[in-house]
């Protein structure tokens, strides 16, 4: 309740996907129970995971609601049940958490839905502190190279570079997204993509004028690769980005060629000790995205 005189605190509903690390996600949601902002609930979304497995997070956190998914929906299917709760509750904003966020800048959500209000963007990302090979690195939105079949980090001397030889489209990368309830679709995310790439899709479509970072809040990416190194991990990114093109009519000659020439030797180096079922799985992925059947609108244009 907002005091007498103030005016009325926008409800947010904070939901942490829960797929795989349960350390991790007991982290996250005690660090979101330290913010400073007045008026928000927590939603646990525990997506394919036994229920069991979060009969701990129950115990200490008490206040937190848990919606139990049968099976994986991957983070677009999870994170699309989080926002349907949102609605349902009378939140206006979501803010969707991967589970190895932390947060350590507490008045971070107060920025952020101020800004949200002020500027009238659908989706804002704070920036992310990411700890990878303990080095910290701090990256304010990415880039979408159409044209190179890449995506790096913004401000990043990859991205510098192929920025000069290249056009680009900004994204936010899905791991702390604020969502303004009333500006999103319904759906919001592309389930066909499970993992990967939706939040360039998303980005894609509601263009760059209702897309931006909110350079005064921040959170803590530990990475943790819940999803691990595995072929997997890289079979899905392939299927997705072949989909991510034809979705959006990038798919074109030199898409094909930067797919195969830039994309995939890039990818490869992560898996040197498997490079023959690596390339199986390149091509079974690269097929399977050009069959995929594609749902959602293409990029709108300005309002």
């Not at 980005?203 to 072929?231: F, Y």
């Not at 094909?256 to 040197?272: G, T």
Request: glycine share 8%.
């Amino acid at each position: 309740m907002a005091e007498p005189g103030e005016a009325p605190v926008s409800r947010v509903t904070i939901a942490v996907i829960h797929w795989g690390n349960i350390n991790d996600t007991m982290a996250c949601v005690g660090s979101v129970f330290k913010l400073h902002y007045k008026t928000f609930d927590v939603l646990v979304v525990n997506n394919g995971m036994p229920p069991d497995s979060l009969r701990e997070l129950g115990l200490e956190f008490p206040r937190v609601t848990v919606k139990h998914l049968e099976k994986n929906t991957g983070f677009a299917g999870a994170s699309n049940t989080a926002i349907a709760y949102a609605r349902n509750s009378g939140s206006s904003f979501v803010w969707l958490l991967n589970n190895d966020i932390l947060v350590d800048d507490f008045s971070c959500l107060n920025t952020m839905v101020d800004e949200a209000v002020k500027s009238g963007k659908a989706v804002l990302s704070p920036l992310q502190v990411v700890f990878s090979r303990r080095k910290p690195r701090i990256y304010s939105g990415a880039l979408f190279f159409p044209a190179l079949a890449l995506t790096f980090h913004g401000g990043t001397v990859p991205g510098w570079f192929f920025g000069r030889i290249s056009w680009s489209l900004p994204f936010l990368s899905g791991a702390a997204l604020l969502l303004n309830l009333k500006r999103i679709p319904d759906p919001f995310f592309d389930e066909e993509f499970f993992a990967y790439y939706e939040d360039v899709d998303v980005c894609l479509r509601l263009g760059p004028w209702q897309i931006g970072v909110c350079e005064e809040a921040s959170i803590i990416h530990k990475v943790s690769g819940s999803t691990g190194g595995s072929l997997w991990k890289h079979y899905m990114k392939a299927r997705n980005l072949v989909y991510l093109a034809r979705k959006h009519g990038m798919f074109t000659r030199r898409f094909v060629f930067c797919y195969w020439f830039l994309f995939v030797p890039m990818e490869a180096r992560k898996y040197l000790l498997h490079p023959f079922e690596y390339f199986r799985q390149t091509r079974r992925a690269w097929w399977k995205g050009r069959e995929m059947r594609v749902t959602g609108a293409v990029s709108p244009e300005p309002q």
